[in-house]
């Protein structure tokens, strides 16, 4: 008896770290990572890709190069990452700005007038599935300006879902909430303010979080037409035939957009109450 | 309560005691069908749909009035249009000699789902009401109401608790304080036990009935209960099956108050009221199986 239960505690402590599930998902992660490094790099040196595919070795030294070396200048086609970075960063905290600005205001008021909905819905659903690069010649030559041109780029590609997702955050309403506001008799105004937009609000921070992350996918594709920005900086290595850059960028690229998409993430959290326990 | 505007509203009724408060005047609904040839073609016209028809009651001054029937029948129908959420087809509800067909703070609501805001705190779940029809009133009166409620439903340091944090007892407190906490003449409950297991229905039965006998609100509630209904109730109205549900008897109950369980059930007229609202139930809800039954 002793015995067994000596050998259970045994069992349970040994492998408690083991038994944990994020731990073995991260050591899962961490041998995957491995041994497709192990496979890159190999695969490299025996010349197995195409042609002027750099090594995972030299790929990581870039990185720690261009990770240390973030900021410097000089002139467009050698900025610092880290400017690059900061530049494509900009443009879309503008353009998505203004697209939010103009897309919950719209949103709600399409949620909440059914005469809004109909009469504007037709432009909506015209313009929501065009790929927001076909903007981009049309942004040329009204701004003649890249930097305008990108703003408005991330702006009319930021818009739609945001403005669905509030519309249907604000149209469907739970009708208990807007019966208590009426049996108490409270004005227009006020059941917008205290009731509707407080209920629609984790709808409306779902669509800014697909927003924001169409937003990153477009800028880099737009940058590469306009210069300057992370686009342009993969754009350039391009140009010079440097892979190990490129790698570098699609990396970087990666990594903020997660981070972009944690902090909606935790703003869903946080106006959820209870609803979804995830 | 013991608020001034609460004594003064008193005063008003005692005055006007002899007459009804509320009048329910010859009440139908109808709810229209599809027509048009577009929903013919397709297959999914229906006609008009008579929820109610023709219900007439007048409900006096600080009575508890109970509606028990058949489920789908129309209570809430009706319980809707005396809130003034939806309006009546025909008839009119008249409150205190007006006609009324908008909601009002006169009027305080308990909804079967409790419908709090899920993003506000017990706390400011009844603030919000009381600033919604107290508008004017001063800040540190109004923190005085709410105060007041919260402790009236026994909810004295869960102030700051949101509702999902709540059990659905401690949910449906919050809704009936919000419902008091305006004051109203008329307290509107649909089934606000409804959802709640045997247990804390139970108590909340007996909190209803402790605070009405404090403040003696005319109350209409909707139940399934018959016990329920008793151990609340002045009058209990039967409404028959839908369509065209109509009211089918009002009994009157007798147990002198203040009530407890007890007392109730051992009251001589106890049993005969019960079998009568037995029977009535029995009958009706048959009626309806079989009409469901027949094509
Ligand atoms: N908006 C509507 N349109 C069409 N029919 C409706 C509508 N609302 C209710 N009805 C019908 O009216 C009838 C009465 O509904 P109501 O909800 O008032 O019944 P109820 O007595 O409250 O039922 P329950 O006991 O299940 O709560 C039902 O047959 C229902 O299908
Ligand atoms: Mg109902």
Not at chain 1, 9 to 25: H, T
Not at chain 1, 54 to 61: E, G, K, Q
Not at chain 1, 131 to 141: T, V
Not at chain 2, 17 to 37: C, E, M, N, Y
Request: charged share 20%; glycine share 8%.
């Amino acid at each position: 008896m002793t015995v067994i239960q000596q050998k259970i505690i045994n069992q349970k402590s040994g492998n408690k770290l083991i038994d944990n599930e994020n731990v073995r998902a991260l050591l899962l992660f961490l041998l995957s990572l491995g041994i497709f490094l192990l496979f890159w790099e190999v695969g490299a040196r025996m010349k197995l890709f195409a042609k002027g595919m750099p090594t995972a070795s030299l790929t990581i030294t870039e990185l720690w190069y261009w990770v240390t070396h973030p900021f410097y200048n000089n002139g467009p086609n050698d900025l610092g990452i880290g400017w690059n970075l900061l530049i494509s960063l900009r443009r879309v905290a503008i353009g998505y700005t203004l697209a939010s600005l103009i897309a919950v205001p719209l949103g709600i008021l399409v949620g909440i007038s059914q005469i809004a909905f109909k009469a504007f819905n037709p432009y909506f659903q015209l313009l929501k599935p065009v790929s927001p690069l076909a903007w981009l010649p049309l942004g040329l030559y009204i701004f003649r300006d890249s930097e305008m041109t990108g703003i408005f780029i991330i702006t009319i590609a930021s818009i739609w879902p945001t403005l669905t997702n509030t519309a249907f955050g604000v149209a469907n309403v739970d009708s208990d909430y807007l019966d208590v506001s009426k049996t108490l008799g409270a004005s227009r105004w006020r059941t917008i303010f205290k009731v509707i937009i407080p209920a629609a609000l984790p709808n409306i921070i779902s669509g800014l979080r697909i927003s924001m992350g169409i937003s990153w996918l477009v800028i880099v594709a737009a940058e590469m037409l306009l210069g300057t920005g992370l686009g342009y900086f993969i754009w350039n290595e391009w140009n010079n035939l440097y892979i190990p850059n490129i790698l570098v960028a699609i990396f970087i690229i990666g990594i903020v957009g997660i981070i972009l998409d944690q902090i909606f993430a935790y703003l869903e959290k946080l106006v959820s109450f209870g609803k979804q326990s995830s | 309560m013991n608020t001034s505007f609460s004594s003064n509203n008193h005063a008003v009724t005692t005055d006007s005691a002899t007459d009804a408060q509320i009048s329910l005047r010859h009440i139908s609904k109808v709810f229209p069908g599809r027509g048009g040839w577009l929903n013919k073609i397709t297959g999914q016209a229906s006609s008009d749909f008579v929820a109610i028809e023709d219900i007439h009651l007048d409900i006096e001054h600080n009575t508890f009035v109970s509606i028990i029937g058949p489920s789908g029948c129309g209570k809430s129908t009706l319980l809707n249009i005396i809130a003034g959420l939806s309006s009546a087809t025909s008839g009119e509800v008249i409150i205190n000699g007006e006609i009324v067909d908008k909601p009002g703070p006169d009027r305080g609501m308990v909804f079967q789902s409790y419908a709090l805001m899920p993003w506000m705190t017990v706390q400011d779940n009844i603030k919000f009401a009381v600033e919604t029809v107290y508008s004017k009133m001063h800040v540190k009166q109004q923190q005085r109401v709410i105060k007041e409620n919260i402790q009236l439903v026994g909810l004295t340091g869960a102030e700051k608790k949101r509702p999902h944090e709540l059990s659905g007892g401690m949910r449906q407190r919050v809704g009936i304080a919000r419902a008091l906490a305006i004051n109203p003449q008329i307290l509107l409950m649909d089934e606000p036990f409804g959802a709640l297991d045997a247990l804390t229905r139970g108590f909340l039965q007996d909190e209803i009935e402790r605070i009405w006998e404090q403040q003696r609100k005319t109350a209409i509630m909707i139940t399934h209960s018959i016990d329920e209904a008793l151990l609340l109730s002045d009058r209990i109205v039967m409404m028959t099956k839908g369509p065209a549900a109509r009211i089918d008897e009002v009994l009157d109950v007798p147990f002198p108050r203040p009530r407890d369980r007890n007392t109730v059930e051992n009251h001589p007229a106890y049993l005969k009221l019960k079998k009568e609202m037995e029977d009535h139930l029995y009958r009706e809800t048959r009626a309806v199986e079989e009409a469901q039954i027949k094509p």
